[in-house]
């Protein structure tokens, strides 16, 4: 008669291969769902920065027609052009960030906020002389900076001790040539 098989002692292969499998499966699912993330997170900073450029480039429109305007005899209230300086006032943050800066002419909130956009902080420009004061040019050489922010940047507080922004910020220039 056949002698009976003894039973072989298990060496616990599948348990140790089956943990190492859902180490790796888990290692990988958790390397896809921050890659994910990270996708995401990059796609609304894409996002905030558009609606900034799109905030911008209503103000710089808007502020090329306040030029035109307040050349051609219109006042548009709050709306100054400024004289050339030695130092562009466009290009200085320490202007831009300055509370109370009558150069700094803030765009009404509503002309950025009809496309349905919550923009908190209504963009902001500058309109300068490129010749200077007095002469022939003065009047019709004009560059404009124009400063727009993204939905996520808040309104300015009463009382700020600063005007620098918290968010997407973009700016634009633009320089008209009137004959």
Known sequence: SKAMKQPQHQRGVVLIM????????SL????TMKSALSSESISGNVRLNQLAHQSAEAALRLCENAVIQTLSGTAVSGFVIQPQSSVPLGNSTTVWDTVG???VYAVPLNSVNNNGQPYQRPPECIAEQLAPAGSPQA???IAITARGFGPEVPGL???ATSRRPAGSE??????IELQ
């Open 18 to 25: 089956s943990l190492v499998m859902l180490v790796i499966i």
């Open 157 to 159: 507080s009463d009382g």
């Open 139 to 141: 009047d019709m050489l």
């Open 28 to 31: 990988l699912a958790t390397i």
């Open 101 to 103: 800066n009558p150069a």
């Open 170 to 175: 973009v700016f634009l220039q633009s320089t």
